[in-house]
């Protein structure tokens, strides 16, 4: 047994003769803006940061203190960063939902989500979390910004996850979904979870690894009185985290029961900012549109969750035009963000009627781009790109193109090459979580057997929940 000051010792001389890194034989993609391509460079970590990328003629000999990686030709990468995901939802793989198929958004959210959240307890919530961050290391994502519920089980729930990113290596911006569906108690529980987990998170001495949001559910499930009470308890450099406009009931609700529109009334109480998520952003016209760009509003966009969901597409490259900075996000669907890109991709061709629409170089906008300002300004540091002093997150990719591939036309191979199969290493802050396709970090066995025998608890809760 390990006594606590013995341990925080251990860790702290291992920090210590922790050994420089140098990455050489790899094809750099920078994820900057303009993106570059360097081939013939090494790369070189110092700590958790990128100290320089030299050309490899100026390579000095290797000492003994570094540790060298061949990536064996292979492409480097940022690692994804996914900007509005669902650990809780993990259970909804294959669960049978009773009665008829849910005809609309809302009824799947009466009949799947709201169920869900409620049938998770502590253990749930935590494989739940085990089980996606396997899914994000062994893809290449690195960073994810969760929004979570489990209204049976709110105080304490995000230090569960919590736990768990740092387990994991990865990085995570946790909230909690505030919301007056289960009534005044779990709406006063939900804030005070937010409110609770930023003060941890102040005290952290490693804060970029977790940043905390405040989480709202959508404007449907929240009064006037709790959106007031929300701006009231937050303090200004906390941002929000709101699903908006998903579907036309949301608009329909804000306007029939307040006069507004639901980003006129979400302004109105002071959730709109350059600190706040603004969650699809479906059905929006040109007013709310403006009033996202004036207040510097970040924009995610999770193309597969619209569709399953039927729910139509946003006008992301409006958004762009106003000068929003749209990030994208996944929506609880598999943490393989190049998946993301390809559906982005083709559904707004479908939608549109038109194949000029949403070309690859808006999908990299938003997935390189902004989602590593979004991260950047959330763990108030840079990450996101290879660059000199960012974070050392990065992917390595056993991509081999058969047609020339340049800083321009990177994105449609991405979109029409890469595959989530071809990521063999995963690195977080200077520390591999994956390599050659094997994790370091969590029992992937282990997990996925206890979480199976865990699913048809969760699974019982869930039907007895639907059934009341
Ligand atoms: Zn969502």
Known sequence: MVSNRKFLFMLKSNMGIRKDMKIING??????????????????????IIEKILPNRDI?????????????GQFILPGSICAHTHFYGAFARGISIPGDAAKDFPEILNKLWWPLDRALDEKSIRFSAQVCLIDAIKHGTTTLFDHHASQNFIPGSLDIIAQEVLQSGARGALCYEVTDRDGGEKTLQGITENMRFNGVIKNRIDPDRLASFFGLHAGLTLSDRTLQKARDVAPEDLG???????????QDNSINNYGLRVVERLQRFGILGPNSIIVHGVHLNDVEINLLAES?????????????????????????????????????????MWE???????????????PRRMPASLIAKMALTNNASLASHAFRTEVGTLTKGSLADLIFVDYHPFTPVTEGNLPWHIVFGFD?????????????LMTNRELLTMDEQRITTEAMQYAQKVWENFQEISSQ
């Open 27 to 48: 094809k750099i993609i920078t994820g900057t803006s303009p993106n570059r391509i360097l081939d013939g460079y090494s790369l070189y970590i110092k700590d958790n």
């Open 60 to 72: 000095q000999p290797p000492d003994k203190k570094e540790e060298v990686i061949d990536a064996g």
């Open 240 to 250: 929000f985290h709101i699903h908006v406009a998903e579907h036309t009931s949301d």
């Open 296 to 336: 510097h509003s970040w924009v995610t966009h999770q193309p597969r969750s619209n569709m399953n969901n039927g729910v139509g597409m946003a006008q992301i490259e409006a958004m762009d035009k106003a000068g929003i900075q749209v990030c994208l996000g996944n929506d609880g669907f598999s943490n393989a």
């Open 340 to 354: 993301e890109w390809k559906a982005a991709y083709l559904a707004h061709k479908l939608w549109h009627h038109d």
């Open 420 to 432: 989530e199969g071809l990521v063999t290493s995963t690195m977080v802050g200077g520390k591999f």
